[in-house]
């Protein structure tokens, strides 16, 4: 597999100290969360955790993503929303895994042009998808 190259134009940085049990903070000081492992997963909760905020990254990027399609096809958005979750699990023969579902909301649109929409979003420009694919299992449904 070829890795495709990227013409960097914004980097992200972010610091974690104590992992899951920890606290995170952005470069820029815009991002301070605690973190805690979830109740489900034998911790605390009472913070956030990773996949959360993965959660959100991907629900963000995938509806920019939905957006710039829709605008290049001129197909007028009205109150788009990407609704993600991310479960994390054991996964086989070791370690964790993670799969992701997102639940896209484009009213008043076509079924079949939403459709369209959403596939040209997750396989020609969401670099969550791009990064994901082969890796983690994503499912995808229009609501």
Same mark, same amino acid.
């Given at each position: 597999?070829?890795?495709?190259?990227?013409?960097?134009?914004?980097?992200?940085?972010?610091?974690?100290?104590? &992992? @899951?049990?920890?606290?995170?903070?952005?470069?820029? &000081?815009?991002?301070?969360?605690?973190? @805690?492992?979830?109740?489900?997963?034998?911790?605390?909760?009472?913070?956030?955790? /990773? %996949? #959360?905020?993965?959660?959100?990254?991907?629900?963000?990027?995938? %509806?920019?993503?939905?957006?710039?399609?829709?605008? #290049?096809?001129?197909?007028?958005?009205?109150? /788009?929303?990407?609704?993600?979750?991310?479960?994390?699990? /054991? @996964? %086989?023969?070791?370690?964790?895994?993670?799969?992701?579902?997102? *639940?896209?909301?484009? =009213?008043?649109? !076509? =079924?079949?042009?939403? #459709? %369209?929409?959403? !596939?040209?979003?997750?396989? *020609?420009?969401? /670099?969550?998808?791009?990064?994901? @694919?082969?890796?983690?299992?994503?499912?995808?449904?229009?609501?």
């Amino acid at each position: 597999m070829t890795i495709a190259k990227v013409n960097v134009i914004y980097t992200a940085e972010a610091t974690v100290h104590g &992992g @899951r049990e920890g606290h995170v903070e952005s470069n820029d &000081g815009l991002i301070k969360l605690d973190l @805690r492992l979830p109740k489900e997963m034998g911790g605390n909760g009472g913070g956030s955790n /990773p %996949e #959360q905020l993965f959660a959100a990254g991907y629900a963000a990027c995938f %509806e920019g993503a939905v957006r710039f399609v829709a605008g #290049q096809r001129k197909v007028a958005l009205k109150d /788009p929303s990407v609704h993600a979750k991310v479960g994390i699990g /054991p @996964r %086989e023969p070791t370690g964790f895994g993670i799969k992701v579902e997102l *639940d896209v909301s484009l =009213p008043g649109v !076509d =079924p079949a042009v939403a #459709q %369209e929409i959403v !596939d040209t979003a997750h396989n *020609d420009i969401c /670099p969550y998808s791009h990064a994901t @694919r082969g890796n983690v299992d994503v499912t995808i449904k229009l609501v």
